[in-house]
């Protein structure tokens, strides 16, 4: 018998594992479509009950479509609005392209005279090099072959985007469509019970773990303001918020900007701001490091190592996305194994 609680328990982890890297990514346009069809039900039933709806035999996947229809249209013509803001904001930087080049090469000037007063290195030559690097970079993306490998792959990804988008929006309508019948059929059944409060469960640590990852970014973000602004960083508000958001997202963290950022002001002569960056770094670093499985492990119900595993294992086994999908794995075991009584011997 205990081999084969062993096997199952080795089953459900291996199944998880693979859904989460292999399931979960084809079927994220149909459980965004589900999520947005459940997120929409509340309201179109709250029209649909209205004694003018019933009257003009309006029903809740009527409203529901409806309301789905509308939120797409608000939400791309936010996206375009953005989209213009970005590309507007792009255009007048290149009229200031001059300036910018200029401001550039008399930076790059300075740091190779810091690097010459470190290592000996002449401050032309190193000067020359860099000039020299960038204009070969520069060829090799003109290059007719790469152009076209990196067009081809961006028509790919949008494709694939708006694909997923399309997919997600016509399965919430159906979803709403369907919904009663769907659940007449699955309420029946056991194993729907049981998945049904799992599935509340996880909906639960996921709230959590956002919660706990909202609150570890603004405190991250607030240090890193305080201190550009200690350091008299100018425009000390908008790059330590950026940097807090960079430390949220996958592979980058606050060290994406503050390492390069500190060896750069090193080579420039600004010593004490750019050691200064460093051990913002690690207040930064530390802090997530020390708060994360602290905060998650509460808000989730997993034990702060646990959760520390879960993240680094996510990493290794999903990549970049590794820190959001890892704990979720770990809240989903503990959960089939808790409702399945997997846990006991």
């Given at each position: 018998?205990?081999?084969?609680?062993?096997?199952?328990?080795?089953?459900?982890?291996?199944?998880?594992?693979?859904?989460?890297?292999?399931?979960?990514?084809?079927?994220?346009?149909?459980?965004?479509?589900?999520?947005?069809?459940?997120?929409?039900?509340?309201?179109?039933?709250?029209?649909?009950?209205?004694?003018?709806?019933?009257?003009?035999?309006?029903?809740?996947?009527?409203?529901?479509?409806?309301?789905?229809?509308?939120?797409?249209?608000?939400?791309?013509?936010?996206?375009?609005?953005?989209?213009?803001?970005?590309?507007?904001?792009?255009?007048?930087?290149?009229?200031?392209?001059?300036?910018?080049?200029?401001?550039?090469?008399?930076?790059?000037?300075?740091?190779?005279?810091?690097?010459?007063?470190?290592?000996?290195?002449?401050?032309?030559?190193?000067?020359?090099?860099?000039?020299?690097?960038?204009?070969?970079?520069?060829?090799?993306?003109?290059?007719?072959?790469?152009?076209?490998?990196?067009?081809?792959?961006?028509?790919?990804?949008?494709?694939?985007?708006?694909?997923?988008?399309?997919?997600?929006?016509?399965?919430?309508?159906?979803?709403?469509?369907?919904?009663?019948?769907?659940?007449?059929?699955?309420?029946?059944?056991?194993?729907?019970?049981?998945?049904?409060?799992?599935?509340?469960?996880?909906?639960?640590?996921t709230k959590g773990y956002l919660k706990a990852q909202f609150?570890?970014?603004?405190?991250?973000?607030?240090?890193?303001?305080?201190?550009?602004?200690?350091?008299?960083?100018?425009?000390?508000?908008?790059?330590?918020?950026?940097?807090?958001?960079?430390?949220?997202?996958?592979?980058?963290?606050?060290?994406?900007?503050?390492?390069?950022?500190?060896?750069?002001?090193?080579?420039?002569?600004?010593?004490?701001?750019?050691?200064?960056?460093?051990?913002?770094?690690?207040?930064?670093?530390?802090?997530?490091?020390?708060?994360?499985?602290?905060?998650?492990?509460?808000?989730?119900?997993?034990?702060?190592?646990?959760?520390?595993?879960?993240?680094?294992?996510?990493?290794?086994?999903?990549g970049g996305l590794g820190f959001v999908l890892g704990p979720?794995?770990?809240?989903?075991?503990?959960?089939?194994?808790?409702?399945?009584?997997?846990?006991?011997?």
């Open positions: 018998m205990k081999i084969k609680k062993l096997a199952l328990q080795m089953g459900v982890i291996a199944g998880v594992i693979l859904g989460m890297k292999y399931v979960f990514p084809v079927m994220l346009p149909f459980f965004m479509g589900w999520l947005l069809a459940e997120a929409v039900h509340p309201l179109a039933r709250y029209f649909a009950e209205k004694r003018w709806s019933k009257k003009l035999h309006i029903r809740e996947s009527g409203f529901g479509g409806f309301f789905i229809l509308v939120f797409t249209v608000i939400g791309i013509g936010l996206l375009l609005m953005g989209a213009q803001y970005v590309t507007s904001k792009i255009g007048d930087c290149m009229k200031y392209y001059p300036q910018i080049k200029a401001e550039a090469v008399e930076l790059v000037g300075q740091c190779c005279q810091g690097v010459e007063s470190l290592t000996g290195i002449p401050a032309v030559e190193s000067r020359d090099f860099i000039f020299r690097q960038v204009g070969e970079f520069q060829d090799y993306l003109m290059e007719d072959g790469i152009s076209m490998n990196h067009a081809m792959d961006s028509v790919k990804i949008c494709i694939t985007v708006l694909s997923v988008f399309i997919v997600g929006i016509v399965s919430a309508i159906l979803f709403l469509q369907e919904r009663e019948k769907i659940r007449s059929v699955l309420e029946k059944k056991r194993f729907f019970q049981k998945a049904g409060k799992l599935g509340r469960e996880l909906l639960e640590g609150k570890i970014t603004s405190l991250i973000s607030l240090i890193c303001i305080a201190g550009f602004w200690m350091l008299k960083v100018p425009y000390f508000f908008g790059w330590g918020l950026a940097t807090g958001v960079m430390d949220a997202l996958p592979i980058l963290g606050t060290g994406t900007f503050l390492i390069p950022g500190g060896i750069f002001l090193l080579f420039q002569g600004k010593t004490a701001v750019g050691i200064g960056f460093f051990l913002l770094y690690i207040l930064t670093a530390g802090i997530r490091q020390i708060l994360e499985p602290r905060l998650i492990g509460s808000q989730v119900g997993l034990s702060p190592l646990l959760v520390l595993l879960s993240v680094y294992l996510g990493v290794i086994l999903y979720l794995s770990a809240l989903l075991l503990y959960g089939i194994f808790r409702e399945w009584d997997l846990l006991r011997e």
